[in-house]
């Protein structure tokens, strides 16, 4: 079999020699690309068995090439290296990480552990396929969500099924099927083939207690089956699904490679659990309970790109509680947190569900609307201001305080075009508020210089 080799490189010249290197040790078909868009076309026509990536943030496409085709080996050279990068770029898949400028002795090294890989594929099926599940198990270890798992489980199995149709689903009490993960879904009737191969088949029941996969013959009116059961983060249950699968011949071994997928399945699970509590731990503010401005930011991330993607607006209201200075001197700082938490958790009732409200530091409160205009963000910012005003803090502590709040409200993408001016538009439209009189609503200047009251 040809050896073929697939560089990307912007730099002409670097990849001219990079070819010539490869050239001098082994006979070869090279594609040379200067964008990941091109190549990645070319990944589901042609094998490559060894590509070398001189392009930064490469992480996306290491992951692709070894997904479609483990046996490639990946070759990542970066200008600018780092542990932290290495060890990622190595995570997801790459073989080697080399630090420019690169000596030739070490590069001619890489390609050929390249080039001996190939061999080793060739020449030892079943070396052939526990690195296949070894590839597989390392993205799987490197994943941080449910999401990134199934499309390698189902990558990875299907090509050891040679399975073309084939998807990750959940049942729920009624025997209800959900397709989490699936290339066919929605696309000529497959959402219902599957379904009714998976009812056909019985699965989950064909598995009973023991069996961890099965294979289920096809019958007149629905194609054989493959099922294989695991769990990943909690105890919910989910199920590959192979339509037509070829059965492997040594299953034995197939079934000794599952046992290890699944376990790996299970410790990334767990991990991702840990991943989760960590996160939201990190962005969740001590006093009031509610997000802290590490959140804001990803939230404003989003709704930008959300608003760009669909032509949508969403308003920030930046709320500051009037004078909030005193309640800490005449009533001390515990009764002042106290006040904070009820008032955090209070403006948690003004917001829809589809809404965050973040406490952005001291008295002041940041809340996001999405999908919202400029209109329906002044109702909302009103009723606060309104129901905060004839509210009663601190009942329980028979202290009964009284606070105002000021807000000021700014509306993406009509008074800002990136997350720090709308943040910034909203805070100095709620110190007008302040300025003029406290406890009112004030509206960001327009871009065009008008501003509304």
């Known amino acids: 079999m040809q050896f073929n080799v697939l560089l990307l490189g912007k730099d002409t010249k670097q990849t001219e020699v990079y070819a010539t290197l490869i050239r001098d040790m082994v006979e070869c ?16 026509r042609v094998r490559y068995h060894l590509v070398v990536i001189d392009l930064p943030n490469p992480s996306a496409f290491v992951e692709r090439i070894k997904r479609l085709h483990p046996e490639s080996s990946v070759i990542v050279i970066s200008e600018h290296a780092t542990i932290e990068e290495a060890v990622k770029m190595i995570r997801g898949g790459a073989e080697d990480y080399l630090k420019k400028p690169i000596h030739l002795d070490t590069f001619r090294l890489a ?53 073309s149709q084939s998807c990750i689903v959940s049942f729920d009490e009624k025997g209800e099927m959900t397709i989490e993960d699936s290339d066919q879904a929605g696309e000529n009737g497959m959402t219902e083939m599957f379904e009714i191969s998976a009812k056909t088949a019985k699965v989950p029941e064909a598995l009973g207690e023991k069996q961890i996969a099965v294979f289920v013959d096809r019958t007149a009116m629905t194609p054989a089956v493959f099922a294989f059961e ?7 249950k989910f199920f590959f699904i192979a339509l037509s699968p070829k059965k492997p011949e040594a299953y034995s071994e197939f079934e000794s490679r599952l046992k290890i997928l699944r376990a790996q399945i299970d410790v990334t699970g767990q991990n991702i659990v840990r991943y989760r509590d960590v996160q939201e731990m990190a962005y969740v503010d001590d006093v009031t309970g509610l997000h ?13 790109e959300k608003s760009k993607t669909t032509a949508s607006s969403f308003v920030v209201l930046f709320i500051d509680a009037d004078k909030f200075k005193n309640v800490n001197d005449q009533h001390g700082h515990v009764n002042g947190s106290k006040l904070l938490l009820e008032l955090g958790q209070k403006l948690k009732t003004y917001v829809r569900d589809s809404d965050s409200i973040v406490r952005y530091g001291g008295d002041e409160f940041v809340a996001i609307l999405t999908p919202c205009d400029l209109a329906m963000g002044k109702i909302v910012a009103e009723r606060i201001r309104k129901s905060i005003e004839h509210w009663e803090f601190l009942k ?57 009251a």
């Open 29 to 44: 078909h090279i594609d040379v690309m200067s964008r990941v868009e091109n190549a990645a076309n070319w990944l589901s």
């Open 111 to 163: 390609v050929r552990r390249g080039i001996d890989r190939k061999t080793l594929f060739e020449d030892d099926g079943v070396y052939s396929r526990y690195l296949n599940l070894v590839n597989s198990c390392q993205m799987i270890s490197a994943s941080i969500d449910e999401t990134r798992v199934f499309s390698i489980v189902r990558s990875y199995l299907s090509r050891e099924l040679r399975a």
């Open 230 to 236: 695991f769990n990943c983060v909690g105890d919910r």
């Open 292 to 304: 802290n401005t590490r959140y804001l930011s990803t939230v404003l991330d989003r709704e930008i």
């Open 396 to 452: 329980e502590d028979d202290l009964q305080l009284k606070v105002t709040v000021s807000i000021g409200v700014a509306v993406f993408p009509d008074h800002a075009t990136s997350k720090e001016e709308i943040i910034e538009q909203a805070d100095h439209a709620m110190y007008t508020a302040k300025k003029e009189s406290r406890n009112r609503v004030y509206v960001a200047e327009a871009r065009k210089g008008d501003h509304h």
